[in-house]
């Protein structure tokens, strides 16, 4: 079936790539006209998903979600469009140039009345203002807080996500304006299309479509949606622990979407991340360069320094060699163990899709560099900084949310997800377990090779429109799980 599956594919690939030859415009398969270039491009998509293992929904859903399903399906046009629009703005927070900040103001700014339009409550928060080294001011966009129904009956669950993107120029390797979503072989390239807007929009996809159909959300749903989080999340965590007995005070459950799959095709739930820790190490000899030919050879060279402490970190195969570094480690539990044996990770796969050649597994500071430094016996200065360090963040899988997750995604892609941990940093997911003290879950959409903080970002189109039933889903198997008189093992999983 594969090779009958990939042979059909290259054979429509032939059919679309000609109707694109003959007629010198089309630039996407969803851009090919004519009623034999449009079914080409059906079947090719079709046959894509087969082949790429894209699943089924292990049943057809049926009354409420059928009908959810299906104007997302009627409608993923328009999802799209919106997408393009929302990508089109350069809401890069990391360069601060006065022109990005004015972009990224426009971008919370059409997010907020994207969300006003959907009858939430919405409150803009205005936060400070960032001071640069140079002395200059900038202005931080400011952080959205809105919020659709206050039913005490409902859970309230609280979706995080971000509208700013990393630096993207077409000069760096982009094949298309990273600011023009292109559509190509159901791929969706932009900066920003996974990472995070596509995400957030999934979300308000989702939440759009009951509004359409007339229909009662089955949760409260609160939004926290930030612009500057490339850049820190600037005013972030002050903003949680000040609505700590305010807008958060009726959450019951926190959902971000900022993070990818393992594999390219199958879902994933994430319940935890390591963390990561920044240290800055600088060698000075003295405040003015010397002559290379006077000096050269009769004092000590700082970069010949700094290359041995940085050659001392770690070996070949990636383990650190700080003595002491692995003790607090916590070590792999037996049912982490049997958990991540299900997980279905194709390691030539994600060493494909990550464009590396090797991966390197079997992977104190300052102590460990002052010792390497002092047996050089140099004359240098050394110095070293933390300049950033941000705690691991591990949820309990058992939590309610957890389990709804899963069901959505059985519900939507037939299939069991991977758990997982992730290598990532999502510094928000620790500040709202630990200050508001509910459960938080992440929940992504991005496959394996989305690019993120890449060149050539992209969200296949599939993952865009298929997540934004995931989150619907999600809803109802929330409000279900939330009803006190039905225990989780007997609940009914119709609608």
């Known amino acids: 079936m594969v090779r009958s599956t990939i042979g059909l594919i290259e054979h429509f690939s032939c059919i679309i790539k000609f109707i694109k030859a003959d007629t010198g415009r089309a630039t996407s398969v969803k851009q090919s006209h004519g009623a034999l270039g449009d079914l080409a491009s059906s079947l090719l998509a079709f046959l ?31 999802f799209v469009q919106t997408l393009k629009e929302w990508v089109a703005i350069e809401s890069d927070s990391v360069q601060p140039v006065p022109h990005f900040r004015r972009e990224l103001l426009r971008m919370v700014a059409l997010a907020a009345d994207q969300l006003w339009r959907l009858g939430a409550s919405v409150d803009s928060v205005d936060t400070s203002s960032q001071q640069l080294p140079d002395g200059q001011t900038l202005p931080v966009p400011p952080i959205i807080l809105a919020e659709l129904g206050n039913d005490p009956k ?48 999934a979300w308000i996809n989702a939440v ?131 958990t991540y044996e299900a997980i279905d990770l194709d390691l030539e796969e994600y060493q494909n899709s990550s464009r590396v050649k090797k991966f390197l597994f079997d992977t104190k500071v300052k102590q460990h560099l002052d010792h390497i430094f002092s047996k050089r016996n140099s004359s240098n200065q050394m110095t070293v900084s933390m300049t950033l360090g941000l705690q691991p963040w591990v949820a309990d899988v058992g939590d309610k949310q957890y389990l709804a997750a899963k069901r959505a995604i059985k519900t939507v892609f037939g299939t069991e997800p991977d758990v997982i941990r992730d290598g990532s940093t999502i510094p928000i997911a620790r500040t709202f377990q630990d200050t508001i003290q509910k459960s938080v879950l992440l929940l992504p959409l991005g496959a394996a090779d989305d690019g993120e903080h890449a060149q050539n970002e992209k969200i296949n189109r599939w993952n865009y429109i298929e997540g934004s039933k995931l989150f619907a889903a999600f809803f109802l198997e929330m409000a279900k799980l939330h009803s006190p008189w039905q225990e989780p093992s007997s609940l009914d999983l119709t609608y």
């Open 48 to 78: 894509l998903l087969l082949d790429g293992g894209m699943f089924a929904p292990s049943s057809p859903p049926t009354g409420l979600l059928e009908r959810v399903f299906r104007y997302i399906d009627l409608h993923q046009d328009e």
């Open 154 to 201: 409902k859970p309230t669950v609280c979706f995080y996500g971000h509208l700013d993107v990393q630096p993207a120029r077409r000069e760096d390797g982009w094949l298309t304006d990273p600011y023009t979503l292109t559509e190509v072989d159901g791929k969706l390239y932009g900066r920003g299309t996974t990472d995070n807007k596509g995400p957030v929009l």
């Open 208 to 338: 759009s479509t009951f509004r359409a159909l007339d229909e009662d959300l089955p949760v409260n749903i609160k939004f926290v949606i930030e612009g500057m989080e490339e850049a820190g999340s600037l005013a972030l965590e002050e903003l949680v622990q000040k609505e700590k007995a305010g807008f958060f005070s009726s959450v019951d459950y926190v959902v971000i979407s900022d993070n990818l799959w393992l594999s390219r095709t199958k879902p994933a739930l994430t319940y935890g991340t390591r963390g990561n820790s920044y240290f800055s190490v600088e060698v000075k000899c003295r405040d003015q360069d010397f002559h290379s030919g006077t000096f050269g050879g009769i004092l000590n060279e700082p970069m010949a320094d700094l290359v041995a402490l940085l050659g001392s970190l770690v070996d070949s195969s990636g383990r650190i060699l700080i003595p002491g570094i692995y003790d607090h480690v916590a070590p792999l539990t037996e049912e982490e163990k049997r």
